[in-house]
């Protein structure tokens, strides 16, 4: 729980009681959920919960990093915990099974370095979607 206290901290986001509570229900529930999924699970500890502020709280950690955005097959939205909020990292979706993993590395550095010699401009954000095959639909 830790390093997402930590993470909304770093964001400027203050621990409320929900944003503490969709951080819990994800990490006991170990799955992906869409929006549907966290108020129908939230709506009995929180009654005044409504689903507008499930949106702008499962946007909120994603921001944060804390959370982990994907579409599934039918294009709906899912989102998974992070195991390494805080930490510049990129996921690996599979595309079959929509299992999210860690992907520990970045080449961003080499990147901006070949941008600044080839364009001699300064690249500043990057954003990595990698999907594929996992090891067991693989
Ligand atoms: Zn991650
Ligand atoms: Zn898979
Ligand atoms: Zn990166």
């Keep these: 729980m830790e390093p997402y206290l930590q993470a909304l901290k770093n964001n400027r986001l203050k621990i ?13 529930c170990g ?7 966290v108020y129908g699970k939230l709506r009995k500890k929180l009654p005044i919960l409504g ?3 499930v ?11 804390i959370l982990v955005k994907s579409l599934s097959e039918d294009r709906q939205l899912r989102y998974a915990l992070c195991a390494l909020p805080g930490e510049h990292h ?5 595309r079959k099974c929509k299992k999210v993993e860690e992907v520990d590395f970045c080449n ?4 901006s370095q070949f941008i600044e010699n080839k364009l ?11 999907e594929g095959l996992c090891s067991k639909c693989k």
């Design 16 to 28: 409320t009681p929900r944003r503490k509570a969709v951080i819990d229900l994800f990490a006991s």
């Design 55 to 65: 949106y702008r709280i499962l946007d909120e950690l994603t921001k944060a990093g």
């Design 90 to 94: 990129h996921h690996f979706t599979c």
């Design 120 to 130: 001699n401009a300064k690249a500043e954000t990057h954003q990595l979607q990698i």
């Design 51 to 53: 689903l507008p502020t």
């Design 108 to 111: 961003f550095k080499a990147v």
């Design 31 to 37: 799955v992906r959920m869409g929006p549907f999924d």
